[in-house]
């Protein structure tokens, strides 16, 4: 369980002053770090990419809606899931934010436990996808040390390409490619070809 | 009578008697005859009238070349030989009325009078009379028999009640319509006073109508509004108008009555339709507002369920945070409250406004209201004024509306120092005195004022410069004050805020 990573927080916004104190008590109670927000733009304005956790947020706010706010999150990469408060007649409106990819939607008045339950789903698969990013980063780095050679070399071994047959496509000499080999082996931290192999996926 | 000359039996008088009477018979309008009672007469003598009477002259007549019974017409000579001979048999005087046909063909009325004078040898009556043209005066009579008729017609075919009273007010006709819309028969009602046919409870007013119109002086037509009872005691509202007709030197009144319990009832609907229209489109309004409102009540109710669960949190904690349930359960109760204004307001929406004045001590009306507004301004930490003229006096309205008002006005104003950042402790005041035999009512608050932009749909539903608030409290208020027969005001305050005032009537 990754739910209490310290660097998640939970993002609350609602234009409703009570409802957004409230949720913000249910949180502490539950000793789940947040922030509030009375509207979609107060939220942007503290907002980088950086930021992990998920979003509690309103469907209907006066000025940018929850719609538009999930829109502009989406356009800028952002991975925080997002939870929809919906209200009587929300329906269509929710449908399309779960369209968009929204996490899920509750119903106002909310229950407390399905919440905090929901809440606490969405840090974890905000997590998982985090440290997927990370690996995925941090794969990506390592492949850029590789030189031109070696990378050509990493492709066609992740292929499952034997040696030979790669001294004959690259027209360099066998024991070269064992050389290059090696050195994609040790530069990206791989013990075996299997290793090796899924690293390629990863990266791409 | 004198006798004719040339008599059938020759009884004869002197030459200067024949002249004058000659002269005489001449002149008679129509013509004298002296016949036997025979089939159809035979005259022996007639005056020279016949001519113009008949198209015959004398002569031709006197020879008995023709027959007076010839120019009888057919279907009457049996009635006419009927009435003449049994006048005879008795020698008794007769009159009869029947047609001839001229010579020229055509039909007339004559009128006849005649008797017997005397007997011939053989016992045939002999006759004497005169025989008159009376066509124009039977055509007069035939075109006002028609006339009657028609206007009887009229009058029995009539939808309102046609009802002729004597310049007493007794009844002296009764149509069809009358009969059925009263009960009576015409012959039972007959005699019977006029007002007997309205409801004791519009006795006077009738006879003030009855006294007024009898002679009104001018043509037009005055009707009045009453309520009618019938032989059964049936209460039922008419209109009526009178006219005077002149019969014969006596004043006599034709009154028309029309039965209004059906318009009444059609009225009725139409005012029902109207009223359940307005509702509906109130309704309509509403449901076009479900939304909002539904939002506007599950915002609050979201909270509570919020702090609720938050409070057994805290509650389970080991040890239990009170302070922090402490406040959970104070914010709980104050979203309660919240929602529980939202219905109210919308109740007061969809409620038909039913206004109870009564006569109320305004200053304990004034200071109740405060008691009650207290509670929401302690929350914002705000402070009520009261500023009461001394002895304040009684007033007429409907101390829950006007209750509903001086809150709303009292919460709107409070809200508006709210946004105003105005400090914990700040002042609204709540004040009352007399202004031109009324009392005037006023919250003054130091908020944000009216700003011109707002002012336009201040009093629209539905209208707020509050993120939550629906729109319709000042809506309202105006609309119950102007039921309570006053005018909500409003001016921005030179130091800042605004203040809303109406007026109450004294009681």
Same mark, same amino acid.
């Given at each position: ?15 409703? =002053? ?16 947040h922030r509030c927000f009375a509207s979609a733009d107060e939220f ?46 929300? #329906?269509?409106?929710? #449908? ?29 698969? &905000? ?20 030189? =031109? ?9 992740? &292929? ?13 000499? &066998? ?28 990266? &791409? | ?31 004298? *005859? ?39 017409? /057919? ?17 008794? /005087? ?18 006849e009078r005649g008797r017997v004078v005397d007997y011939r040898s ?39 009640? +046609?009802?002729? +009273?004597?310049? %007493? ?14 009960? *009576? ?37 005055? $009707? +009045? ?60 309004t509403l449901g076009e507002m479900a939304a909002g409102i539904a ?11 919020? *702090? ?11 040890? /239990?945070?009170? %302070? ?53 301004? %302690? ?49 609204? +005041? ?60 409003? $001016? ?16």
């Open positions: 369980m990754t739910t209490d990573d310290p660097s998640q927080l939970i993002f609350v916004i609602d234009d409703d =002053e009570a409802v957004r104190d409230s949720m913000g008590m249910l949180l502490d109670s539950a000793d789940l770090p942007l304005a503290h907002h980088d990419a950086s930021q992990r956790g998920c979003l509690v947020l309103d469907i209907r706010m006066p000025g940018t809606t929850g719609l538009e706010l999930q829109q502009r999150l989406a356009e800028t990469g952002s991975c925080l899931p997002i939870i929809f408060m919906t209200g009587h007649g929300d #329906v269509p409106m929710a #449908v399309e934010a779960m369209r968009r990819g929204a996490f899920d939607f509750l119903r106002k008045p909310v229950n407390e436990t399905d919440f905090l339950e929901r809440v606490r789903d969405a840090l974890d698969r &905000e997590s998982g996808s985090w440290h997927q990013r990370l690996d995925r980063e941090r794969v990506r780095q390592r492949i850029a040390t590789l030189t =031109e050679r070696e990378h050509e070399v990493f492709q066609l071994v992740a &292929e499952g390409i034997a040696n030979k047959a790669i001294a004959s496509e690259l027209g360099i000499s &066998e024991r070269t490619v064992e050389v290059h080999r090696a050195q994609v082996m040790k530069k990206l931290g791989a013990k075996t070809l299997a290793q090796l192999v899924r690293i390629h996926l990863r990266s &791409e | 009578m004198t006798k004719l000359p040339q008599p059938l039996n020759s009884k004869s008088g002197s030459s200067g008697d024949y002249d004058r009477l000659e002269t005489l018979l001449q002149n008679l309008p129509g013509m004298a *005859y002296r016949c036997l009672n025979l089939k159809h007469w035979p005259m022996d003598f007639v005056s020279d009238g016949c001519f113009e009477l008949c198209g015959y002259h004398r002569h031709e007549i006197e020879s008995q070349s023709v027959l007076w019974g010839d120019f009888t017409h /057919p279907d009457m000579i049996d009635e006419v030989d009927r009435i003449v001979s049994s006048a005879a048999d008795r020698g008794e /005087p007769f009159e009869i009325e029947y047609r001839i046909i001229t010579r020229d063909g055509r039909e007339k009325w004559v009128w053989d016992g045939v009556a002999i006759l004497e009379g005169l025989i008159t043209d009376i066509t124009d005066r039977k055509l007069a009579e035939a075109a006002l028999m028609r006339a009657e008729a028609y206007a009887q017609a009229i009058v029995e075919s009539a939808v309102d009640a +046609v009802i002729t +009273v004597d310049s %007493q007010g007794s009844i002296e006709s009764f149509n069809q319509a009358a009969s059925a819309m009263f009960g *009576y028969r015409a012959d039972e009602v007959r005699g019977l006073h006029c007002r007997s046919l309205v409801a004791t409870t519009f006795y006077r007013e009738f006879d003030r109508y009855f006294q007024r119109y009898r002679d009104p002086g001018d043509a037009a037509v005055h $009707s +009045v509004d009453l309520n009618a009872c019938d032989k059964r005691d049936r209460k039922f509202p008419i209109v009526m108008s009178m006219r005077a007709i002149l019969d014969v030197g006596e004043k006599k009144y034709v009154m028309l009555i029309r039965d209004l319990t059906q318009q009444r009832l059609a009225e009725k609907e139409v005012r029902d339709q109207r009223d359940l229209l307005a509702h509906v489109d109130r309704l309509n939002h506007e009540i599950n915002q609050p109710l979201t909270a509570i369920s919020m *702090y609720a669960q938050s409070s057994l949190r805290f509650l389970q904690r080991e040890p /239990p945070q009170l %302070q922090r349930l402490e406040d959970a359960l104070e914010k709980l109760s104050q979203q309660a409250h919240r929602a529980g204004a939202v219905i109210e307001r919308m109740q007061e929406m969809t409620r038909p406004h039913q206004s109870r004045q009564q006569t109320v001590d305004s200053g304990r009306l004034l200071r109740e209201i405060r008691d009650l507004g207290e509670v929401e301004a %302690q929350i914002r930490n705000y402070i009520i004024v009261l500023r009461l003229d001394d002895r304040l006096p009684a007033v007429k309205c409907d101390p829950i509306q006007i209750q509903q008002v001086i809150l709303n006005l009292l919460r709107n104003g409070m809200e508006s120092m709210h946004a105003n950042h105005c400090k914990p402790g700040s002042k609204i +005041v709540l004040q009352a005195r007399i202004d031109h035999e009324q009392l005037r009512i006023s919250i003054v608050d130091s908020g944000q004022g009216i700003s011109r932009k707002f002012e336009k749909q201040l009093y629209q539903p539905f209208a707020s410069t509050k993120e939550s608030g629906m729109g319709l409290g000042l809506s309202i208020s105006r609309s119950i004050i102007a039921a309570h027969g006053g005018q909500l005001g409003y $001016s921005n305050n030179r130091n800042g805020g605004a203040t809303f005032f109406f007026n109450l009537a004294l009681a």
